[in-house]
């Protein structure tokens, strides 16, 4: 492996909120043959703070990495080729720096597409929005690509799929994070950023997947487009690999790119959860032109809103408090957080709750 060229290889995320479009956005890239970009295990939001510090890497410190990476939530062996990624880090262990460790782990995803030379490295995870003053800094230079959904669409697409808390105002605290962490940094780093809505992605899907080339610095290929042409079979074993997951949150990415999923909100939503969800927003929705129910979303919406809010707050305490935790305790901690959601949907949600 020539680690000089490794390093080299420019470096991209796609981030934005969960059940926004960004496991689409990932199959159009990694069905590019010069692209290698992982679905999603967070593997470097996790490890980074562990590893970063590593002036010298030992046999010690890689075997300490192959073990955390391997432990790591939604990490597999069917996703990557640990094998390979340890016999590469042992191979250049006098040259290891932590971005270039990180750069050898996407190389050697199992991609379900055929490859070709690699121009273009990447990693996929709506949970790096979270925790995006702590991943721009993680590899030098990369750039972002952040997708913004409709957040009362969201939130209708969060809460079928049981993936965060049972809150709209909570779903649209995080969505307004999302967008407020980046622009921090876009300010000062124009160049590195690319927004995008996903409105705008179904609805002209070619002409902005062929901007979004053009940002990273790749030629559009028309194989972008058919990344569907695979067996399903390759979609449940490697890239999603659970079976069931995948049938019950991602089988609509084997149907054609469409609008259907567009202005749910009108019709699924209440009132009162559309007033929420747009007090919580605030000026945002008008930043990114979509369209309000209310101008003024009424004094009682302020009050409703507390619940989720002070949700939302207790969250972002505990992930800045975890990190003094032993490193141990914290890959467990993020193994198991689902199970505190759980508990508040059995707890605070009836059966057949309307949205």
């Known amino acids: 492996m020539d680690i ?11 981030i934005g909120r969960p059940r926004s479009g960004t496991t689409l956005l990932q199959l159009f890239f990694d069905a590019h043959p010069n692209v290698q970009i992982p679905s999603e295990c967070m593997y470097i939001a996790h490890l980074l703070a562990h590893y970063r510090t590593v002036k010298l ?69 709506p949970f790096y929005s979270q925790v995006f003053g702590v991943i721009f800094y993680a590899i030098p230079n990369a750039k972002f690509i952040l997708l913004i959904r409709d957040p009362r669409d969201n939130h209708i697409s969060l ?12 779903d649209t605290m995080y969505w307004k994070k999302a967008i407020r962490s980046v622009e921090r940094f876009q300010q000062y780093y124009p160049e590195r950023f690319y927004i995008l809505k996903y409105e705008d992605l179904v609805k002209e899907t070619e002409k902005y997947v062929k901007e ?9 290929v028309p194989e972008m487009l058919k990344y569907r042409e695979r067996k399903t079979d390759d979609f449940t074993k490697v890239v999603f690999t659970n079976e069931a997951f995948f049938n019950a949150n991602h089988k609509s990415i084997l149907e054609p790119v469409n609008t259907s999923k567009i202005n749910g909100w009108k019709t699924i939503l209440t009132k009162s959860s559309i007033r929420k969800a747009e ?77």
């Open 159 to 170: 809460f079928n799929s049981r993936f965060t808390a049972p809150s709209i105002t909570y």
């Open 57 to 125: 890497w030992t046999k010690i410190e890689i075997d300490s990495f192959i073990h955390d990476l391997s432990n790591l939530w939604l990490f597999s062996l069917e996703k990557f080729n640990v094998k390979k990624i340890e016999d590469e880090l042992t191979e250049n262990v006098n040259s290891l720096t932590i971005d270039i460790v990180f750069k050898i782990v996407a190389k050697n995803y199992n991609s379900i597409y055929e490859k070709k030379e690699l121009l273009l490295l990447g990693d996929k995870n």
């Open 4 to 14: 000089k060229k490794i390093e080299s290889t420019p470096f991209f995320y796609i």
């Open 279 to 355: 007090r919580a927003a605030g000026i945002y929705l008008d930043k990114y032109s979509y369209e309000r129910l209310d101008k003024t979303p009424g004094i009682w919406s302020y009050f409703s809103t507390i619940p989720g809010k002070f949700l939302f707050h207790f969250m972002e305490w505990v992930s800045r408090n975890v990190v003094i935790l032993p490193k141990s305790l914290q890959i467990k901690i993020v193994r198991n957080n689902h199970r505190v959601f759980a508990l508040l949907w059995k707890v605070f949600v009836r059966k057949n709750k309307k949205l």
């Open 212 to 220: 979004m080339c053009a940002f990273l610095g790749i030629p559009f």
